[in-house]
């Protein structure tokens, strides 16, 4: 049986650096959102924290909840689903567009912030 390769140009990527940066994207998120990065950031520490702020970056992580979920689910699905994971074109382009998620996720953390600050 012969296995014919669907890599038209002749470059390969290992899917492992795709799904590190999906990993290190999450964690980054996670530590923006639930470890309090965003709010230290944009609002303070201590007795210098705006809790008007807070409560704003607080909105801004509920909104960047959604596209982080949707960028989870499509990165376990990616490599869940035996016809996407040994479909190398198809791997590559889910696992590029979680990341693209991921970052649109902290972008509305990072915008968001800005304007909870203001």
Same mark, same amino acid.
């Given at each position: 049986? %012969?296995?014919? &390769?669907?890599? %038209? ?14 990993? $290190? $994207? +999450?964690?980054? *998120? ?17 007795? %210098?924290? @705006? ?12 909104? &960047?909840? +959604?596209?982080?979920?949707? +960028? /989870? /689910?499509?990165? $376990?699905? &990616? *490599? ?8 190398? %074109?198809?791997? @590559? ?24 600050? /203001?």
């Amino acid at each position: 049986m %012969q296995v014919i &390769s669907e890599r %038209q140009n002749g470059w390969w990527v290992s899917p492992a650096l795709p799904t590190i940066a999906n990993c $290190l $994207l +999450a964690v980054l *998120w996670a530590f923006s959102t639930a470890g309090g990065w965003g709010e230290a950031a944009f609002c303070g520490e201590g007795v %210098q924290r @705006d809790p008007i702020c807070a409560s704003n970056v607080e909105f801004v992580v509920t909104l &960047s909840l +959604a596209p982080a979920v949707v +960028a /989870a /689910a499509v990165v $376990l699905v &990616s *490599w869940a689903l035996p016809g996407v994971r040994r479909r190398p %074109q198809r791997l @590559d382009a889910l696992l590029t567009m979680a990341a693209a998620i991921w970052v649109f996720a902290e972008g509305i953390l990072f915008v968001g912030g800005y304007v909870a600050k /203001a």
